[in-house]
C-alpha cells in the first residue's frame, strides 16, 4: 500500500486517552504535550495512536473528557490511519 493512500475508515472503540503532559519528542526540540489514544477495532485488535493536529486533539480531549466523567461508557469514532498515527478522528 502506498505510504499516503488513505485506508478507509473503520468503527473503532475507544477505551482510553492518555495525557502525557511532559513527553518528549525527538522530532522537535524540548517537550510538549502528547496525546495517546488507545482503541480497538471492530475486528478485536489494539491499536495505539498519537493525537497530534489540533482539531484531532480537541475531539480526542472531548473523549477523554466523556470517558473521565462517566457520562458514556464507550466513544465510538471513525478513524483513518497512516503509519499508527491518527491522520482523521471524527465522533
Known amino acids: 500500500m502506498n505510504k499516503h493512500e488513505l485506508i ?10 492518555e495525557i502525557n503532559l511532559l513527553a518528549y519528542n525527538s522530532s ?3 517537550y510538549q504535550d502528547l496525546l495517546f489514544l488507545f482503541a480497538t477495532d471492530k475486528d478485536g485488535t ?3 495512536f498519537t493525537v497530534t493536529a489540533p ?4 475531539v480526542a480531549m472531548e473523549a ?5 466523567t462517566g457520562s458514556v461508557d464507550e466513544v465510538v469514532l471513525r478513524i483513518t490511519d497512516i503509519d499508527n498515527h491518527l ?5
Open 46 to 48: 489494539a491499536h495505539e
Open 64 to 68: 477523554y473528557n466523556a470517558l473521565k
Open 87 to 91: 491522520y482523521a478522528l471524527y465522533i
Open 8 to 17: 478507509l475508515p473503520n468503527e473503532w472503540l475507544v477505551h482510553a486517552v
Open 55 to 58: 482539531a484531532m486533539r480537541y
Open 28 to 30: 522537535r526540540e524540548g
